[in-house]
């Protein structure tokens, strides 16, 4: 996310920020022994638990086409290396405590230790099996560990093709990079090769500053109280972000494929996503006449996205934000990178215009108190903590449209080279990079959680999400575009569960009774005294066979006949889940009235309200049943004399209704739990 704030933002944040410039201004004396940053420093707690992943690895991977002076090559990566700190720092405890250790410029260019170069020879392998190979290590440097107490934490390797093809592969720790570090590293890198290789001078201007200096700065910055009668900085930016997140879910829980480990493994992969050139200039004119930004459209989408998935009004998303907001910091490799909360209310189901203007709002508010470090702000904030996943966000969202600089090296040729380093971070995080052919980008997800098909099938509802905004930016949430043809068919298909049963000739209750005729001894009900048990656990459970169940209902018929209900009568049936509530049910069917299913949980105020409505004559009370089971209320009303297979039942669950279920009382066994939803369930017996 590189769109700068609007000058109205940048004009309120400027006070804050104008104390981190008295204090860049005082070059603060410091030891070689330097601490933490705050990013850092959840960096050195991630590494601690397990120091074998490779999901904070940060890899650069060049085609060099040409000649390749290799001699030229280590000098600027020497000269590298005494340029910046962060590239001869390692970590180690000092009195107990995390710390940089900072090797002098001198020592380390002697040694050679912070230095490690490897070169592969791979002329001799056949053409056919040159790129498998080439993938392969380049895919075990990524995933290599780190030893972040003797280093180094930039490790080279150079695979050589032929005498002028080669591949150069560098990886580094992020607890002394970032994005924004890598263009500066292949900027520098390419400045000095050409200076080495000529003999001219590198045209590099030194450094004011270094990392150790901004990781001293920002924690003296955070507590500095030298604006009058002013709270702190760190005070402000956390009132803001305490309101922010107040009462914020903990999880988003997106449909996984399978179940979330204990423990976050950082396992991942990779699905590439194109947006056409044409789409992607309507996103552009969509920003521009929304008076936004093109992140937050792209915000704004892929929440929605998430909120169709979910079904969660409450949607938060991680976004990074490269955090160099001084000129001395901007030239410097390190860990800088903050990433901002964004938390948005997709509630009432609102136009997609609408929900532009709630994310713009929240996307500038976040600017402006950018400088609280993410790490910080989990500390005040204290959330919920779980191994299982990451705090406060678990899916992020990630705009490069600042364009890496071409680079240009006299006699060289360097192309990107595309390497899966299969780590995630998150459950998923949404990659997307501006180009003139158009946006384009990826999905890293946990391959713990997803399969590759499941990703998949979310790009393509990204992209279509994408194209039913711009095509119609008030359309609203929940109708906005996401299936494609083919899963509509399948849906369809899916669906297509109807069943014909004799209609007009034949009642529900009469296929019930021709099912007692051909199983009269098979089990039909279940029911488990409360809460869900296992079946055949025996523990408070009561079972009907056929015969029962039909013998059972036929006595409360005959029983409803004698209080002078018949046929075309309504009879409201206000009983708890239990064996006496579907005895009734077949009760009312076989005396040939409709029911009208009433919830046990109503008050007695309201159930009075029911049977006035209904102007009932009659009350039976059920002994079998639980005290707190209500009545069966007879009244009479006009109604069908034939109850319909298709319609004519029925039964309220809790939030669910089953209607037109006409094979819930003709499979067998019915199962159900008093005090829960009842479970209905197809045996082997046909009907």
């Known amino acids: 996310m590189n769109e700068r704030p609007t000058p109205a933002i940048e004009h309120s944040a400027q006070d804050q920020r104008a104390r981190l410039a008295r204090l860049l201004q005082q070059r603060i004396a410091r030891p070689k022994i330097a601490p933490l940053s705050f990013a850092q ?35 600027s990566l020497d000269a590298l290396i005494r340029r910046h700190e962060t590239l001869r720092t390692t970590f180690d405890l000092v009195n107990g405590q995390p710390a940089q250790l900072i090797a002098s410029a001198s020592s380390a260019s002697a040694s050679g230790a912070y230095l490690a170069l490897s070169f592969v020879d791979l002329q001799a392998v056949p053409d056919d099996a040159r790129a498998s190979l080439i993938q392969r290590i380049a895919t075990d440097e990524v995933r290599h560990p780190f030893d972040l107490v003797h280093g180094p934490l930039l490790r080279v390797t150079l695979l050589r093709l032929d005498p002028t093809e080669h591949v150069l592969l560098l990886t580094l720790h992020h607890l002394i990079a970032d994005g924004w570090s890598v263009g500066v590293l292949i900027r520098e890198l390419a400045t000095v090769y050409e200076s080495s290789s000529t003999g001219m001078p590198a045209a590099l201007a030194a450094l004011p500053v270094q990392y150790a200096d901004f990781a001293q700065w920002q924690r003296r910055w955070l507590q500095d109280t030298s604006g009058a009668d002013q709270p702190s900085p760190l005070q402000q930016q956390l009132d803001y972000w305490r309101r922010q997140l107040s009462g914020a879910p903990a999880l988003l829980e997106l449909p996984t494929d399978r179940p979330r480990p204990a423990i976050q493994l950082f396992r991942g992969a990779r699905q590439s996503l194109q947006l056409s050139r044409g789409l992607s200039s309507e996103i552009q004119a969509l920003s521009g006449a929304a008076d936004g930004t093109l992140f937050v459209v792209l915000l704004a989408a892929f929440q929605t996205l998430l909120c169709r998935y979910t079904g969660v009004e409450d949607i938060i998303v991680g976004s990074p934000i490269a955090n160099r907001n001084r000129a001395e910091i901007e030239g410097l490799i390190g860990c800088f990178v903050n990433t901002l909360v964004l938390r948005s209310d997709l509630s009432g189901n609102p136009p997609f215009r609408e929900l532009l203007e709630r994310v713009r709002k929240v996307a500038f508010d976040a600017y402006d108190h950018q400088d609280l470090p993410f790490e910080k702000l989990v500390e005040e904030l204290q959330p919920t903590r779980d191994l299982s996943y990451t705090p406060l966000f678990q899916v992020m969202l990630v705009l490069q449209n600042a364009p890496m600089p071409e680079i240009a090296i006299p ?28 946006f384009y980008g990826y999905f890293e997800y946990s391959s713990d959680l997803f399969d590759a098909a499941t990703i998949a099938r979310m790009a393509g509802h990204f992209a279509r999400v994408l194209a039913g905004v711009v095509a119609a930016p008030t359309q609203r ?23 014909h049963y004799p209609q007009r000739t034949t009642s529900l209750h009469a296929l019930f009774e021709a099912q007692v005729a051909r199983y009269s001894d098979t089990i039909a009900l279940i029911c488990e005294g409360s809460g869900f048990r296992v079946q055949g656990s025996g523990v408070g459970s009561e079972q009907l066979t056929y015969a029962e169940l039909d013998r ?81 209320a007879c009244s009479v009303a006009r109604a069908s004399s034939r109850v319909s297979t298709r319609a004519s039942l029925r039964v309220s669950t809790r939030a669910r209704s089953f209607s037109g279920e006409s094979a819930a009382l003709c499979a067998a066994p019915l199962r159900c739990f008093a005090g829960s939803p009842a479970s209905l369930r197809r045996s082997s017996v046909p009907l």
């Open 41 to 75: 420093e959840r960096l050195w707690f991630l590494y601690q638990l397990d120091s074998s992943q490779a999901a904070y690895h940060i890899h650069i991977a060049k085609r060099a086409s040409g000649l390749l002076d290799i001699g030229a090559l280590r000098q």
């Open 411 to 438: 006699g060289l040729i360097l192309s990107p080279l595309t390497v899966e380093r299969a780590a995630a971070q998150c459950d998923l995080a949404l990659y997307l990079f501006e180009h003139a052919e158009g």
């Open 477 to 499: 949430l929940a109708t906005l575009p996401l299936l494609s043809e083919t899963e509509q068919e399948q849906l369809r298909a899916w669906n297509a569960t109807q069943i």
């Open 552 to 632: 059972r209902a036929n006595q409360l018929a005959r029983h409803l006949q004698a209080l002078g209900v018949g046929p075309e009568q309504r009879v409201a049936v206000s009983l708890a889940r239990s064996p006496e509530l579907v005895i009734a049910l077949l009760a009312v069917l076989k005396v040939a009235c409709s029911v009208d299913r009433a919830s046990s949980r109503r008050s007695t105020k309201a159930s009075s309200r029911a049977r006035k409505s209904s102007r009932a004559r009659k009350r039976v009370r059920s002994s079998s049943a639980p005290s707190r089971a209500a009545l069966v």
